[in-house]
């Protein structure tokens, strides 16, 4: 696999290691969004409470130099011009086009 993405002086963590990390903090989330859903049924203002955030995510999930980087490339990139839509309405235009040739020389 290509390693042109990755800078040798930063290890990569285990993908395992990053997976439980982002499991525990999505259950994290859960249990403290749950903990307020009973805090608001017993009557406390939603307006008092605090509403519990990512504290962690990957680096580039937050850095807005990547986004924008990313958003840049995807607009540049073209799609092939060779696809079978195009060979499908190039035939067309040959069978149209002859056809009216056709009618032409009758």
Do not use: C, F, Y
Not at 30 to 59: R, Y
Not at 77 to 98: D, I, V
Request: proline share 6%; glycine share 2%; net charge positive.
């Amino acid at each position: 696999m290509s390693q042109r993405h990755r800078a040798a002086e930063t290890p990569l963590q285990p993908k395992q290691e990053v997976k439980a990390h982002a499991h525990g903090e999505r259950h994290r989330i859960h249990v403290e969004l749950d903990q307020i859903a009973h805090q608001v049924s017993a009557g406390e203002d939603p307006a008092d409470l605090h509403e519990p955030g990512t504290a962690w995510k990957p680096e580039h999930h937050r850095d807005p130099e990547v986004a924008r980087v990313k958003v840049a490339k995807r607009s540049r990139q073209r799609r092939h011009w060779k696809t079978k839509m195009w060979k499908r309405r190039t035939e067309m235009r040959r069978q149209r086009a002859a056809a009216w040739q056709a009618l032409r020389n009758a």
